[in-house]
């Protein structure tokens, strides 16, 4: 049981869950006035980082195989 509670494809979930919600946090600041950038440029490179780190762990689930 344990080691499907820290499985990879577990927290693929929890990334993208949580890629979702900063999707969601962003639209809201960016809908707020006076918009705070450096709170939604911060917010962005999150999401970024969040995005990468999703794309990393897909690889490994599913390596491409070579052409």
């Known amino acids: 049981m344990e080691t499907?509670?820290?499985s990879p494809e577990r927290r693929l979930i929890e990334l993208r869950m949580e890629h979702a919600d900063?999707?969601?946090l962003i639209d809201?600041?960016?809908e707020q006035s006076p918009v705070d950038e450096l709170m939604l440029r911060r917010l962005k490179k999150k999401r970024l980082q969040?995005?990468?780190?999703?794309?990393?762990?897909?690889l490994q689930l599913d390596?491409?195989?070579?052409a």
């Open 4 to 6: 499907n509670l820290h």
């Open 63 to 66: 390596p491409k195989e070579p």
């Open 22 to 24: 900063l999707d969601a």
């Open 50 to 58: 969040l995005r990468d780190q999703i794309a990393k762990l897909e």
């Open 28 to 30: 809201r600041a960016a």
